[in-house]
């Protein structure tokens, strides 16, 4: 197991996981440094909000579109 990640290669390694190009064991290493260190848990929480967010106006522009398509009368 990793016993330290540096901020920039936790949040790499993050950011990977959150787009979903981590390896398995990449993937398995990381949520077990998250589960033993708080600060980096803390981290994730917070790059996952933001990541989380940061989706949403896309998903709203899908559901404007939609309701502007319904207002179309064939």
Known sequence: MI???D???LELQISNY???NSTDEEKETLLAFLASNEAAARTFREMSAV???S???SFAEIVATDQ???L???
Do not use: D, M, T
Request: avoid cysteine.
């Open 68 to 70: 502007q398509l319904s």
């Open 51 to 53: 990541w989380a967010l």
């Open 18 to 20: 959150l787009s979903g």
């Open 72 to 74: 179309i009368h064939i």
């Open 7 to 9: 901020k920039e290669e």
């Open 3 to 5: 016993e330290y990640y």
């Open 55 to 57: 989706s949403v106006p």
